[in-house]
């Protein structure tokens, strides 16, 4: 019930397109849902986050996409750019974080070819 | 410069001795935290701390333990007892607003124990 699924492992895509990362969850009491962005030999960097009131939110070229009733969300990343290739985490946690319980995703490596 | 420092960037040790990193913030920030990160996997909690002379075990916190004698600073010690200490080692820090507490990372420290 703690865990969170992260998918794909790997993605290539070409320079514009729309890369799509998914996360699915177990435990109904998850009540925030933010996404790092980490490049190598670097600490994760926060990227966005969604509450589940919200079925959707827009930061710059990042977009949340939040499904409450299949227990899913993901990250859509607009016209992306090789400075895009990244590992993704997503993450999930009750009562806002406020007992450092974040749990992550495994990752998912993002390549952009010029 | 508001931001969270972690020392060394990368440490080295022979097996069956004790290890200290450190971490400190000047972001005011109450809580702290330490994950692991090995390859391939996501961020794991060890330990955090909510306030001073205050911290709870995280998922992980076999052969470590953790001081938190001042707000900004969070000393991670990595014992002999911890059976398989080389990994990347990530602090982070937050303060709860609006009701979510958004967690901030340091550059980490890269340890290996030969």
């Known amino acids: 019930q703690q865990q969170v699924k992260q998918s794909p492992q790997s993605l290539i895509v070409q320079k514009g397109g729309i890369p799509i990362i998914n996360c699915a969850y177990e435990?109904?009491?998850?009540?925030?849902f933010p996404w790092y962005q980490q490049f190598p030999g670097k600490g994760p960097a926060l990227l966005i986050a969604?509450?589940?009131?919200?079925s959707e939110k827009k930061e710059g070229r990042f977009t949340i996409s939040f499904n409450k009733s299949a227990k899913q969300f993901s990250l859509h990343i607009m016209d992306s750019q090789p400075g895009d290739s990244a590992t993704y985490f997503c993450?999930?946690?009750?009562?806002?974080?406020?007992?450092?319980?974040?749990?992550f995703g495994k990752g998912t490596k993002l390549s952009v070819k010029p | 410069d508001g931001g969270i420092t972690q020392s060394p960037k990368y440490l080295f040790r022979k097996e069956g001795q004790n290890v200290t990193l450190s971490c400190e913030q000047n972001?005011?920030?109450?809580?702290m935290y330490w994950y692991r990160q090995d390859p391939g996997q996501g961020l794991r909690l060890i330990y955090y701390?909510?306030?001073?002379?205050?911290?709870q075990k995280g998922d992980i916190a076999e052969g470590y333990s953790v001081s938190r004698e001042k707000k900004e600073s969070f000393p991670l010690t990595v014992t002999s007892a911890q059976k398989n200490p080389t990994a990347f080692y990530l602090c982070?820090?937050?303060?709860?607003?609006?009701?979510?507490?958004?967690?901030?990372f340091g550059p980490g420290t890269r340890l290996t124990v030969t």
């Open positions: 972001l005011n920030h109450d809580a």
């Open positions: 701390s909510q306030i001073v002379n205050d911290f």
């Open positions: 993450a999930a946690s009750k009562n806002g974080g406020s007992q450092g319980n974040l749990i």
């Open positions: 969604i509450r589940p009131d919200v």
């Open positions: 435990n109904t009491a998850f009540d925030y």
């Open positions: 982070a820090s937050s303060i709860g607003l609006a009701g979510v507490y958004e967690q901030y």
